[in-house]
């Protein structure tokens, strides 16, 4: 027997239309690249949105075609991110920190028609315009910059919104229509697109919201720091308006702690959401000045594992820390850690971790030959996962047959009360002697040494245990600290042979784009 309910799609477009009836005047705050701030409501907000729809219709853009964006956190981008998606086109969010000739295969890749762009990358893009083919110009987004000879047409988005129409109606289709493109570097080889359906927006974003994940409700006002380029700012911008929650935009300044302490406390931000280097600079910059973030109540932290230092430097401040696991493939959100009792304190190796996963994502650890291991808070193993919010096949790969479980890469335990900790990438783990050795929790210990301001383990390799732990770190301005006083450290933290051999003293750890550690760059910074 069928259940005899509704049957509403599940689109983007809905939560445009709760957020114009039930919180029309909630605002969205933007801090512009030239440091003034904008705001407008959620209303005008959809309203443009409904703009840019009639528009890019105009221009000719059909459902499925793909529109890419480089841009910065603000209002522009969010209008693109409903503009595009509710017409039932592809919002394609690409990010400005990777190299030129990255930027270019995935433009090329995704054939994307349109590009709006901050006018910022414009001397990047240029460099790379004959390669872009498909694209049939660019919609220039801040209108400062001087229109490309490079393209056949560039045009000024003000423009291009004041000639279409406020009150644009969209259409309706099925739920499993494309939404959103991502391309993930994290894999080997090519950047690989990850592409969000409707329904699985507005799935994540239930979830997203909800009290276990970042908790988020029509009495917040949220900060992504987290990219709009990277995995959709986590869904924030889906969540907000789903929520009633207030969005606070920091622009191109969302790696400058002074101007995001500004956002935070002149804002009333309640929650943020971000990758741990950020919050690292950010302490580093309240603790010189004095400075203290009274209303921040909740802040999330994701993309790379957080450091017990940087959590309870963080609480110290009064602030609940929310350490959380995703990748682009799970939309991210996949496990966040809260605490799961109201009672009892929460050991140090509970606040770390990377927590339970959230309803609708199934996850389990498996050993090289498939086995599912048990969840002992010991056993390491490859780290699977799926859910309706979960990649099954990468964009272009169609016809491939999709994944019943994602193989996440990372390496993980998963402890008794369903909490997950990650021990690293597969590709990063130690291997000493045949047994594994987890570079995050060797790094994890490194950072709490207050002369280390980063620290990264990686494994070199030894004729007779095939790889020994090298420990890399820059350490803070002005201190000193020898080698031998930091592997002192580690004694009585972990077993004796998972101590690393020797320090390496360098003066930055590279990053990828994403803002994680780049540990093949290192590795072959460090090979000899
Ligand atoms: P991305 O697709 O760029 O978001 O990268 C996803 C990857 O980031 C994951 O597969 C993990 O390796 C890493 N990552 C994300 N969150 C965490 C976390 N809380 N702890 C450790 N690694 C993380």
Redesign the pocket.
């Known amino acids: 027997m069928r259940g005899l309910m509704m049957d509403m799609p599940l689109l983007i477009g809905n939560i445009v239309r709760h957020a114009e009836r039930v919180y029309p005047q909630r605002e969205v705050v933007s801090l512009l690249h030239d440091g003034r701030k904008h705001r407008q409501s959620y209303a005008e907000t959809f309203a443009r949105a409904r703009r840019l729809s009639s528009a890019l219709q105009q221009l000719g853009i059909e459902a499925g075609d793909r529109v890419a964006t480089l841009a910065w956190n603000d209002h522009r981008h969010l209008e693109c991110y409903y503009g595009i998606s509710c017409l039932g086109a592809v919002c394609h969010t690409v990010n400005p920190r990777l190299f030129p000739e990255q930027i270019a295969y995935i433009l090329d890749h995704a054939a994307d028609r349109w590009l709006v762009t901050d006018t910022e990358f414009l001397p990047v893009l240029a460099g790379i315009a004959k390669e872009l083919e498909s694209l049939e110009g660019l919609i220039l987004l801040a209108g400062a910059g001087e229109p490309s000879a490079d393209f056949i047409r560039s045009l000024d988005y003000e423009e291009l919104l004041a000639g279409g129409d406020p009150d644009f109606a969209w259409p309706e289709f099925d739920e499993r229509t494309a939404a959103a493109l991502c391309y993930?570097s994290?894999t080997t080889g090519h950047p690989k697109g990850v592409l969000y359906s409707h329904r699985s927006v507005i799935l994540h974003s239930y979830a997203g919201i909800s009290a276990d994940g970042f908790g988020l409700s029509a009495r917040d006002i949220i900060l992504p720091v987290v990219p709009m380029f990277?995995?959709n700012a986590w869904g924030i911008p889906y969540a907000a308006p789903m929520a009633g929650a207030g969005l606070v935009l920091p622009g191109r300044h969302a790696g400058n702690p002074r101007a995001l302490t500004e956002l935070l406390n002149n804002e009333a931000v309640s929650i943020t959401a971000g990758v741990p280097t950020v919050w690292q600079a950010l302490v580093d910059y309240l603790d010189e000045e004095g400075l203290e973030l009274p209303g921040l109540e909740r802040l999330v932290v994701?993309?790379?594992?957080?450091s017990l230092a940087l959590i309870q430097r963080l609480m110290a401040r009064g602030i609940e820390v929310r350490?959380?696991?995703?990748?682009?493939?799970t939309s991210?959100l996949g496990t966040v850690n809260t605490p799961a009792r109201r009672d009892a304190a929460r050991s140090d190796e509970e606040l770390v971790r990377?927590g339970r996963p959230i309803f609708g994502i199934e996850l389990r650890i498996v050993d090289d030959s498939g086995q599912e291991l048990p969840w002992d808070g010991q056993a390491f193993g490859a780290l699977q996962v799926r859910g309706p919010w979960v990649c099954a096949r990468y964009y272009g790969s169609e016809d491939s047959a999709p994944a019943d479980w994602f193989d996440?890469?990372?390496v993980a335990t998963i402890d008794p009360s369903g909490s997950m900790q990650?021990t690293d990438?597969t590709k990063d783990v130690i291997k000493s002697g045949g047994e594994w050795i987890s570079s995050?929790e060797l790094e994890n210990i490194a950072m709490a040494h207050p002369a280390v301001q980063e620290a990264a383990v990686i494994g070199r390799p030894h004729p007779k245990w095939d790889e020994r732990p090298l420990l890399v770190v820059v350490l803070r301005d002005g201190v000193e600290v020898s080698e031998q006083e930091l592997l002192d450290f580690y004694q009585g933290k972990v077993a004796k042979w998972w101590i690393p051999d020797a320090v390496a003293f360098v003066d930055e750890i590279p990053h990828t784009a994403?803002g994680?550690i780049s540990k093949l760059k290192l590795k072959e910074r460090l090979r000899d």
Not at 302 to 306: H, I, L, R, Y
Not at 323 to 329: I, L, R, V
């Open positions: 993930t994290g990277h995995v994701g993309g790379s594992a957080p350490p959380a696991w995703g990748m682009t493939e991210p990377a996440t890469g990372d990650i990438r995050i994403t994680k």
